[in-house]
């Protein structure tokens, strides 16, 4: 990324930008200028985020006794990898206790279906839950997913190292990245953004934001609202 003092400032590249849209005020058009000037802005920090995450020293090794059952068989954590150097894994929140999964992770993953095979060209992603394999393959028939991969935590290890399991026994979500350089696997990062860290009168999420639904809201005059959530 460029160095951020040879950048124009974000005010005159929105000032540069010369759209209009039929019938606006002037006072429309000089709050939409600053506000392109913020969205600007947002999207250098984005990327200074994304900078510092790849430059992330070593994470830790990944020695665990970690077993899964895939959609083929038994697999073990070298084998989630595939033919990649690198691995994503989405924790499912849909564990032994639950007749149906989450419905905020489903409806992430029904988007991240539609996205699975050209993610698939460069890294290896897998969706990780603690029900049994047949249980996971009946709900991906149900949902018309084609393209996700799944596998059960057989032991629970890997979901309570990960921190997917919640002191009481409940699902958490999580979204990990592995790598895999030289033969050795560690873990390279994590979403950590959770109730510890929410703002107030927020739900608690990672940014950006994983799920492309509240993407597209948070573009509207109504935004997420505070009284809906999908369903099944």
């Known amino acids: 990324m460029n160095d951020a003092a040879s950048l124009p400032p974000a005010l005159e590249l929105a000032q540069r930008n010369g759209v209009t849209f039929p019938n606006e005020s002037v006072a429309y058009r000089a709050a939409r200028t600053a506000l392109l000037?913020?969205?600007?802005?947002?999207?250098?920090?984005?990327?200074?985020?994304?900078?510092?995450?790849?430059?992330?020293?070593?994470?830790g090794e990944v020695k665990g006794d970690y077993r899964f059952e895939g959609e083929e068989g038994p697999v073990d954590f070298a084998g989630l990898f595939g033919d990649k150097q690198t691995l994503v894994i989405y924790s499912y929140m849909f564990g032994p206790q639950r007749e149906r999964p989450c419905p905020m992770c489903t409806t992430l993953l029904d988007a991240w279906n539609g996205e699975a095979k050209p993610i698939g060209e460069r890294v290896s992603l897998v969706v990780v839950a603690r029900s049994p394999i047949a249980k996971l393959v009946a709900f991906k028939k149900e949902r018309g997913w084609k393209d996700l991969r799944l596998a059960f935590d057989v032991?629970?290890?890997?979901?309570?190292?990960?921190?997917?399991?919640?002191?009481?026994?409940?699902?958490?979500?999580?979204?990990?990245?592995?790598?895999?350089?030289?033969?050795?696997?560690?873990?390279?990062?994590?979403g950590e953004m959770g109730g510890v860290t929410a703002d107030p009168g927020q739900d608690p999420r990672g940014a950006p934001d994983l799920a492309p639904m509240w993407t597209i809201l948070d573009s509207t005059p109504e935004g997420r609202g505070s009284d809906w959530y999908p369903k099944l």
């Not at 190292?161 to 990245?177: C, E, L, Q, R, T």
């Open 155 to 190: 032991n629970d290890n890997f979901s309570r190292d990960y921190h997917a399991i919640a002191d009481d026994g409940s699902d958490v979500p999580g979204f990990n990245v592995f790598t895999r350089r030289d033969g050795v696997i560690r873990h390279f990062w994590s």
């Open 37 to 59: 000037a913020e969205e600007i802005e947002l999207r250098r920090h984005i990327e200074r985020v994304a900078e510092q995450r790849r430059a992330l020293p070593a994470g």
